[in-house]
């Protein structure tokens, strides 16, 4: 019987869905423990990824939500395959799936690291920045993606939020991927995250004349109090979620070498508002 391992990224993603699907449904914990003949303690353990879930356990679930195909098969299907420490999310079909994944990890980490070497991190957007990035998109879908941007936002604001260092090249900075007015509100919005206790930023200055880390490609290490961490990249069209040892261990030597170059969270400040008057002279 395939049995899911508690804390691999697609258990932990497996579980949030299925918390996810009850909420959606209007479902109580009590009231599915009762269709399905567990006690709510399963059902809080199950959708929290405290224990291993196998595909029985999914089928149960699914069939006391009266959950039908595809979304049946879908996570049927995911839990058949969990136990891969590393997993490749190809072409994820819906904003819902991915808005599941990341605030999942967000909101469960003790710590997240973002490595942005092309974007301001996405948790960081402003609504103008994210809608000029997302310009090529369906309205619609821009602004469902919009929207879970200013969710996603929130994770930092609040008073058990993850300590967040976010690690950006300069040119990020200075890139202005927005009108200039939005542009500033972008970098004044920096300064202000900038400020909360748990939040750090740093830049990296461009002209280094020297290869760092960074310039392989952005990436995110969630850090977990009860589990091992993930890195995340994001490419066009997939997610990959690693957590072999091996690997993360990888991305983690490659912050300490991102951050031996970068400058430091004042001199960044100074930095950002440095930009932000250079900004306000042309408009």
Not at 106 to 123: K, V
Not at 216 to 227: L, N, Y
Request: with cysteine.
């Amino acid at each position: 019987m395939a049995r899911s391992t508690a804390g691999s990224p697609k258990a932990r993603t497996l579980a949030a869905e299925l918390r996810k699907l009850r909420e959606d449904s209007k479902v109580g914990v009590r009231e599915l423990a009762r269709r399905i003949g567990k006690s709510h303690g399963w059902v809080n353990r199950t959708e929290s990824g405290a224990r291993s879930i196998t595909v029985d356990d999914v089928t149960s679930i699914l069939t006391g939500l009266e959950i039908s195909s595809p979304e049946r098969e879908r996570l049927v299907e995911m839990a058949r395959a969990v136990d891969e420490p590393n997993w490749l999310r190809p072409g994820i079909p819906g904003v819902r799936e991915e808005l599941v994944t990341l605030i999942e990890y967000e909101r469960t980490a003790t710590s997240i690291i973002e490595a942005a070497p092309l974007l301001i991190p996405g948790i960081l957007q402003t609504t103008d920045y994210a809608r000029a990035v997302m310009a090529g998109l369906p309205v619609s879908e821009r602004e469902a993606k919009i929207g879970m941007r200013a969710a996603r936002r929130d994770v930092l604001t609040r008073r058990t939020g993850p300590a967040f260092e976010a690690l950006i090249l300069e040119h990020v900075v200075l890139d202005p991927v927005c009108a200039p007015e939005h542009h500033g509100d972008q970098l004044r919005h920096l300064l202000r995250m900038g400020e909360l206790p748990n939040v750090t930023i740093r830049v990296i200055p461009s002209h280094r004349h020297a290869w760092i880390p960074l310039y392989a490609g952005h990436f995110i290490m969630f850090e977990f109090g009860d589990a091992s961490p993930i890195v995340h990249l994001e490419t066009l069209a997939s997610g990959v979620f690693l957590s072999s040892p091996g690997v993360v261990n990888t991305y983690a030597e490659a912050l300490g070498t991102v951050r031996q170059a970068a400058m430091t969270a004042e001199e960044t400040a100074d930095f950002i508002a440095t930009c932000i008057d250079k900004i306000e002279e042309t408009l």
